[in-house]
DNA sequence: CTTAATTCCTACTGGAATACTAGGAATTAT
DNA sequence: ATAATTCCTAGTATTCCAGTAGGAATTAAG
């Protein structure tokens, strides 16, 4: 199967992101995990990381917690799969021979770009505004 | 980082059956491993996955070897990494909630579409006439 | 009819990546 | 002071995948 699953990381992430979104107060870590039924510890290793690309804020000691550090119109899926997993990264950075730069150049860029487009058109809002109820 | 790139079973298979294409003659797997730089052995799983969905022909015994079944331009990179990786796979199967359905009809549901019409737009002869020397 | 070359089948191994856990220090509202 | 929280560093477990291994079955060629 081709691996292109979006991570555990960046979905826990989203999820996350998505329900501190709706608070303008810091909500725990605790609170997330309980209501997302995700490790906590877990989660704090997620979140470290979504702060230090500067995509939440957090307030240290009792009622601390973590906000957003944008709007979320701000926040795309690729910032967040860019916080929590690092780039993307398609092509070999060496090919080997001409076989290989053949696919970099004709599969590998274009799915690449076509990608990154993707998941930066994407923002916390595109998904809170899904209906599904009218699927 | 996200786990999209291409696994090593479809790009050794890609090259594999872009060497094999331009042959009318049987082919053995121990020339295209050479030829390649791929180890033989690797080669032979990936082989007799390219014949179950076949992509490729075999004559046995001595002299053998792998033709393709197809023309070239009826083989497309989609066909060839269903054939040796199985089925793209991004949604959760099964969404424990309702964020996680958010995600699957936002996000992973396109992606697929886009990634596999894209896959499917790519055969053997797209990848040969590609020009490198005009990059 | 023997031999050498090949595909075919089933299973195992090793390493890398990733999900997840753990302990305790630092910070701060109450 | 205390309790609740983030923060930091490190470890463990699991899964996936690339690659290996042995030997059986098949067949062209001499």
């Given at each position: 199967m081709?691996?292109?699953?979006?991570?555990?990381?960046?979905r826990?992430?989203?999820?996350?992101?998505?329900?501190?979104?709706t608070?303008s107060?810091?909500?725990?870590?605790?609170?997330?995990a309980?209501?997302?039924?995700?490790?906590?510890r877990?989660?704090?290793?997620?979140?470290?990381?979504?702060?230090?690309?500067?995509?939440?804020?957090?307030?240290?000691?009792?009622?601390?917690?973590?906000?957003?550090?944008?709007?979320?119109?701000?926040?795309?899926?690729?910032?967040i799969?860019?916080?929590?997993?690092?780039?993307?990264?398609?092509?070999?950075?060496?090919?080997?021979?001409?076989?290989e730069?053949?696919?970099?150049?004709?599969?590998?860029?274009?799915?690449?770009?076509?990608?990154?487009?993707?998941?930066?058109?994407?923002?916390?809002?595109?998904?809170?505004?899904?209906?599904?109820?009218?699927?």
């Open positions: 081709i691996k292109m699953k979006l991570s555990t990381k960046t826990y992430a989203t999820r996350a992101l998505l329900m501190i979104s608070s107060n810091p909500i725990a870590i605790k609170d997330i309980l209501d997302q039924d995700i490790s906590a877990y989660l704090e290793n997620i979140f470290s990381k979504l702060k230090a690309s500067k995509l939440i804020t957090s307030s240290i000691g009792n009622n601390g917690g973590y906000i957003l550090a944008k709007n979320p119109s701000e926040i795309s899926i690729y910032d799969t860019l916080a929590v997993d690092g780039p993307l990264q398609l092509a070999n950075i060496q090919p080997n021979n001409h076989h730069q053949y696919l970099n150049i004709k599969i590998y860029q274009p799915i690449e770009i076509l990608l990154k487009e993707y998941l930066k058109s994407i923002d916390l809002t595109t998904i809170e505004d899904a209906d599904l109820e009218s699927i």
